[in-house]
């Protein structure tokens, strides 16, 4: 009985531990030696971006300049990986890798902080829907027809649960619907 129990339990967890992930965030110490200065900005930012950063009095940073290209190129040239997305906020890319020892050469680098498996690229998770409200609705409606009060300005359709969330319809009810705004 039990050798049957420690048979099980090793059946139980050798398949976590068996994990390979996909992505990976690398992260970068510095931006030097970068083609990018903060006194020529037009060459990174755009012309709203400037004409906003201009009238609220916020100039450039070192958080505005991108992630150094000379970093990026040297990381794709150590192995079979392709760069899915860069963050010159928080300096760092993301990558794809099928060949998880790439990570450890990407780490001698000297400009790479650190490295970070974050996930799977191919797998996907099912999440079940556990908002009744947004099930039966995206279920049994169809679009174009309204959720919510009968006073709502917007048909939100299957949609109702994300704006409803945040109170939204009651901004969309004032006017409030994003004219003029740009988000990133």
């Keep these: 009985m039990r050798i049957l129990l420690l048979l099980v339990l090793v059946i139980m967890v050798l398949p976590a531990n068996a994990q390979q992930y996909d992505k990976y965030i690398i992260q970068f110490t510095d931006k030097n030696n970068s083609p990018y200065t903060l006194s020529a900005p037009a060459e990174y930012l755009s012309v709203k971006a400037i004409e906003r950063r201009t009238r609220y009095n916020i100039p ?89 009060n009968t006073g709502d300005t917007l048909q939100y359709a299957s949609t109702y649960a994300q704006i409803h969330l945040h109170n939204g319809e009651f901004l969309h009810n004032k006017g409030y619907q994003g004219q003029g705004i740009t988000i990133a």
């Design 60 to 148: 450039p940073d070192s958080s505005d300049l991108p992630v150094n290209p000379q970093y990026i190129q040297a990381v794709l040239a150590k192995g079979n990986c392709r760069l899915l997305a860069q963050s010159k906020w928080l300096n760092d890319i993301l990558i794809y890798t099928s060949d998880p020892s790439i990570i450890d050469s990407i780490n001698t680098l000297p400009f790479v902080k650190k490295s970070q498996a974050t996930g799977f690229l191919t797998t996907r998770i099912n999440i079940p829907v556990t908002n009744k409200f947004y099930y039966e609705s995206a279920q049994t409606q169809m679009p174009g027809t309204s959720y919510g």
